[in-house]
């Protein structure tokens, strides 16, 4: 089995206004290495399918799974632990912590997951790598939007995952500072690390070995 599998993967939200269905049995296969762009307008699914993907969202039905781990087969603190310790995900939102500084943000997400310690130094040498080292004692409202991104991705890889899951993370950026997003996890990925990445068509595409095209819930082109 490859190290990423959706097998007819389904999710309909239950609204007021009705079932919407947001993947309509999807399979997909991904092998760890590779770099892939999912893409398609908006509202066809491509978040709801990372967010399957990375064990945060339960399906309606089919399964997920990931370096032989079914994802929901697991109890929901299972699932945590196991994504602590394998998955990192960037939002296209950031979501930092706001009342924490840069380095907590980021040395904090190494302590959940159970038998990981909280690694302030790997923090902080990411940080570095990240350009990013007189940032470490500043809030996320002080910081621009490409330093919060930036250590947004430091907090995704702080715990060495598998796999990085990224969901428009360069949506928010100049030119400059989504090709230096794309670099890190261009770098993530050269060095063995898998990347899922939701892009708009934008040249950060460029940097995948694939791309996955998504549309009213169905994988078009893979
Ligand atoms: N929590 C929710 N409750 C109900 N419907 C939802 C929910 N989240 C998403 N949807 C609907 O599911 C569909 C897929 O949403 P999703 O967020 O996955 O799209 P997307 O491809 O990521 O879009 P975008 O490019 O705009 O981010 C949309 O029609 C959306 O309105
Ligand atoms: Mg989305």
């Given at each position: 089995?490859s190290?990423?599998?959706?097998h007819?993967l389904?999710?309909h ?7 919407v269905?947001?993947l309509?049995s999807?399979?997909l ?20 399918l ?8 339960r399906?309606?039905?089919g ?6 781990t ?7 603190r299972?699932?945590?632990?196991f994504?602590a310790?394998s ?8 979501h ?11 040395w904090?997400?190494s302590?959940v997951?159970?038998?990981?310690k909280p690694d ?9 790598q990240?350009?990013m ?6 809030l996320?409202s002080?910081?621009?939007a490409?330093e919060?991104?930036?250590a ?10 598998k796999v990085?899951l990224?969901d428009?993370?360069t949506g928010?950026?100049?030119p400059?500072?989504?090709s230096?997003?794309?670099?890190y996890l ?7 690390g ?6 708009h ?8 070995n694939r791309v996955?095209q ?8 893979q």
């Amino acid at each position: 089995m490859s190290f990423l599998n959706l097998h007819q993967l389904t999710k309909h939200y239950r609204t007021k206004g009705g079932n919407v269905e947001a993947l309509n049995s999807v399979d997909l296969s991904i092998d760890a290495g590779e770099f892939v762009a999912i893409q398609g307008p908006s509202g066809c699914g491509k978040t709801t399918l990372l967010l399957a993907l990375g064990g945060m969202l339960r399906p309606t039905s089919g399964s997920v799974t990931v370096d032989d781990t079914e994802l929901y087969r697991l109890s929901s603190r299972e699932r945590a632990a196991f994504r602590a310790n394998s998955i990192g995900f960037v939002f296209q939102m950031f979501h930092l912590v706001p009342y924490l500084s840069i380095l907590e943000n980021i040395w904090l997400g190494s302590g959940v997951g159970g038998n990981t310690k909280p690694d302030k130094e790997r923090a902080q040498t990411l940080l570095d790598q990240l350009g990013m080292a007189d940032r470490q004692h500043h809030l996320p409202s002080e910081l621009s939007a490409g330093e919060k991104q930036r250590a947004a991705v430091a907090r995704a890889m702080i715990n060495q995952p598998k796999v990085i899951l990224a969901d428009e993370p360069t949506g928010n950026l100049d030119p400059n500072n989504a090709s230096d997003v794309v670099r890190y996890l261009q770098e993530f990925n050269r060095d063995g690390g898998t990347v899922v990445m939701v892009t708009h068509g934008t040249n950060a595409d460029l940097a995948a070995n694939r791309v996955v095209q998504l549309e009213k819930g169905q994988i078009i082109s893979q």
